[in-house]
């Protein structure tokens, strides 16, 4: 079992290309054997998702298949209910206290941190390697956490924000593919291609149980 483990939460509402690029940069940045990628079974935060947790996790599946090191797991369906980060983060530190967590996740969401279930015990927990986003606007990692999470946050000389002794966050630059899954979404139900999109094989699930057909099904 991994001692360093990359762990890639979402709805994955589907998977896109831009799921597996960002994450594979900041994956070789940070040289991490092996990475899960988590589609949760309901979110936490009301966020509506339109494909059924079995068929995203498919998704999922399909999609990292051909990458060694990447995995579909569905560690976060299985437990059922709405799915909070800092349970999933607890349940792998019990099953692996040795284990070393790497939470991904984008710039926008991450500064939204300080409105999910016990953010300072999820920082306790992993490390935040925060993947900038197509027209989000570079913010202070460390004078944010300081802010709105824990005031004895403080820079590192590893460059990572870290709490004292314990885990931290960092900026990851990836490569910006402007791609979302709503617009995927909104192109399906319009009867539009999705090809290069989405990986071929996501794309042929997708056709072949009818996602996403319904127009207005593009949240």
């Known amino acids: 079992m991994a001692k360093r483990l990359g762990i890639y939460g979402g709805s994955?509402?589907?998977?896109?290309?831009?799921h597996l690029r960002s994450v594979q940069e900041a994956s070789e940045n940070l040289e991490l054997a092996e990475v899960w990628y988590?589609?949760?079974?309901?979110?936490?935060?009301?966020?509506?998702?339109?494909a059924p947790a079995?068929?995203?996790l498919e998704m999922v599946?399909?999609?990292?298949?051909?990458?060694?090191?990447f995995k579909a797991s569905d560690l976060e369906i299985k437990r059922g209910g709405h799915s909070r980060t800092v349970d999933t983060l607890e349940q792998l530190k019990q099953e692996d206290p040795g284990r070393e967590l790497f939470f991904f996740i984008g710039v926008d969401a991450f500064f939204w941190l300080h409105t999910w279930y016990e953010p300072r015990r999820i920082m306790e927990l992993t490390n935040m390697v925060v993947m900038d986003?197509?027209?989000?606007p570079a913010?202070?990692?460390?004078?944010?956490?300081?802010?709105?999470v824990d005031p004895t946050f403080a820079q590192a000389a590893?460059?990572?924000?870290?709490?004292?002794?314990?885990?931290?966050?960092?900026?990851?630059?990836?490569t910006l593919l402007d791609i979302s899954s709503t617009d995927i979404k909104r192109r399906v139900a319009a009867g539009e291609s999705i090809t290069y999109l989405v990986p071929?094989?996501?794309?042929?699930?997708?056709?072949?149980?009818?996602?996403?057909?319904?127009?207005?099904n593009n949240s």
Not at 140 to 146: A, C
Request: proline share 11%; charged share 25%.
């Open 12 to 18: 994955f509402d589907p998977i896109h290309l831009a």
């Open 38 to 50: 988590m589609p949760c079974n309901y979110p936490p935060h009301g966020k509506k998702v339109i």
């Open 54 to 56: 079995a068929d995203r």
């Open 61 to 69: 599946r399909l999609a990292v298949a051909d990458r060694p090191g």
């Open 133 to 136: 986003r197509p027209y989000n």
């Open 139 to 148: 913010r202070n990692l460390e004078e944010y956490l300081k802010a709105e």
């Open 158 to 174: 590893d460059g990572w924000v870290r709490l004292p002794g314990g885990c931290g966050a960092k900026n990851v630059t990836t």
């Open 200 to 216: 071929p094989a996501v794309e042929d699930y997708i056709r072949s149980m009818n996602l996403y057909t319904e127009p207005g």
